[in-house]
């Protein structure tokens, strides 16, 4: 059955509401409880690695921190749009767009929402909806193909060198070493990333190439942050020189 993409847009988005204002209203009722859990098993891990890493100082200390909240806090919700993504048989493309996107978000940044269910929402339309988008969606020819992931790649490493790595004003990334090192990582990956575009078979996987780059990319831009009332940590702590 030919999937109808008109339709299916506000659909998925009722669909993705419903599900989550279920689970987070449950988790809202535990969330007190929940931060302190995850507080306990951030300061246990940072224990060790004082440890084990006795040279790590109090900024980097808090950048590791941070990291450990993420993923901890990230568990739960990614479980859940596994779910959703198998319950939707989708969990093949879903896997293969976490491969894509998870290294170079990681290298990149990019906004992370304030609320559980904006998370929950931004995070499944860009590691979910990006499959749906990419199965629905076809380029006319090869050389508008070429030329699109031309224009992709030549703005996602404009951006790159402007704003990666996307931090927040919570934690932000001051050291120059470490930016630096981000910037290259994240212009290799997408390197490496639209170059397999036109090397897989599979539309979808192509697309995903292109699109799971253009996607992430929009997220580490300074306008995204100002639609979102987020601030980029690095560009305040330079205005506060």
Not at 46 to 68: C, H, L, N, S, T
Not at 176 to 189: L, P
Not at 205 to 214: A, D, E, K, R
Request: glycine letters at 4%; aromatic letters at 14%; one cysteine or more.
């Amino acid at each position: 059955m030919k999937l109808n993409f008109n339709n299916f847009v506000p659909a998925f988005c009722s669909f993705i509401t419903i599900i989550s204002n279920y689970f987070f209203v449950e988790i809202s009722l535990i969330q007190k409880d929940g931060l302190l859990m995850i507080d306990k098993i951030c300061n246990f891990l940072m224990k060790r690695v004082k440890q084990k890493m006795p040279e790590v100082d109090e900024e980097r200390a808090e950048v590791i921190r941070y990291g450990f909240e993420l993923i901890i806090g990230e568990v739960p919700k990614m479980i859940l749009i596994f779910i959703i993504a198998a319950l939707l048989g989708k969990l093949k493309y879903f896997l293969i767009s976490i491969a894509i996107v998870c290294p170079y978000r990681t290298f990149s940044g990019g906004i992370h929402l304030k609320t559980h269910i904006g998370c929950f929402i931004s995070t499944t339309l860009l590691y979910l909806g990006n499959v749906f988008f990419c199965e629905w969606f076809s380029f006319s020819n090869l050389y508008i193909k070429l030329i699109f992931a031309i224009g992709v790649y030549i703005f996602s490493t404009i951006m790159i060198i402007l704003y990666a790595p996307a931090d927040t004003d919570t934690v932000p990334i001051l050291i120059k070493r470490d930016r630096k090192i981000a910037k290259m990582k994240a212009i290799i990956w997408i390197t490496i990333i639209i170059s397999l575009s036109f090397i897989f078979k599979d539309k979808t996987i192509s697309n995903l190439c292109i699109f799971g780059v253009l996607f992430q990319t929009l997220t580490i831009m300074k306008i995204s942050y100002r639609i979102f009332n987020i601030k980029l940590g690095y560009l305040e702590y330079e205005k506060s020189l």
